[in-house]
Structure formats: structure tokens, C-alpha cells
């Protein structure tokens, strides 16, 4: 079974969540943060896409240079 699916992040004004999921999408994987920073629309695209009946996950972009630097981010 195949499940239409959208990652999501800052860089993605989503103001329609019902429409996106009319349009056939039934999953929205959110980006959370990085850097120990959360994601500028993280709530509102949460909100927005709960609201709408989709699933949802969640993601941390990980930037690391260094294995210290990813151990910090893990946390």
C-alpha cells in the first residue's frame, strides 16, 4: 500500500491543510528543528495539519560537522 506523503519545514508556507489533504495527501512529516532550534511554523503547521485529519510526523534536521556536535543535537 502506498501513502502520499509531504515533508514540511519553514521553507513551506502551508496555510490549507484541509486542501492538502483533498488533494490526496494523507501523511505530513514536520521538521521540528535544528540546530537546538525549533522550527519557526512547527507549531502552526502542527496545528494545522492535526486539525485537518492527517497523520503526522515528526523530524530533526541534523547538521553536524563532528561527532561531538551530533552527540549535542541528539540530546
Given at each position: 500500500?502506498?501513502?502520499?506523503?509531504?515533508?514540511?519545514?519553514?521553507?513551506?508556507?502551508?496555510?490549507?491543510?484541509?486542501?492538502?489533504?483533498?488533494?490526496?495527501?494523507?501523511?505530513?512529516?514536520?521538521?521540528?528543528?535544528?540546530?537546538?532550534?525549533?522550527?519557526?511554523?512547527?507549531?502552526?503547521?502542527m496545528?494545522?495539519?492535526?486539525?485537518?485529519g492527517?497523520?503526522?510526523g515528526t523530524?530533526?534536521?541534523?547538521?553536524?560537522?563532528?561527532?561531538?556536535?551530533?552527540?549535542?543535537?541528539?540530546?
Amino acid at each position: 500500500m502506498q501513502i502520499k506523503a509531504i515533508d514540511i519545514s519553514t521553507w513551506n508556507v502551508v496555510d490549507d491543510f484541509v486542501k492538502v489533504r483533498k488533494a490526496g495527501i494523507k501523511a505530513v512529516m514536520i521538521r521540528n528543528g535544528y540546530l537546538n532550534k525549533t522550527d519557526d511554523r512547527y507549531h502552526s503547521h502542527m496545528k494545522g495539519a492535526i486539525k485537518a485529519g492527517l497523520d503526522v510526523g515528526t523530524y530533526t534536521y541534523i547538521m553536524s560537522d563532528t561527532v561531538e556536535q551530533a552527540r549535542s543535537e541528539a540530546r
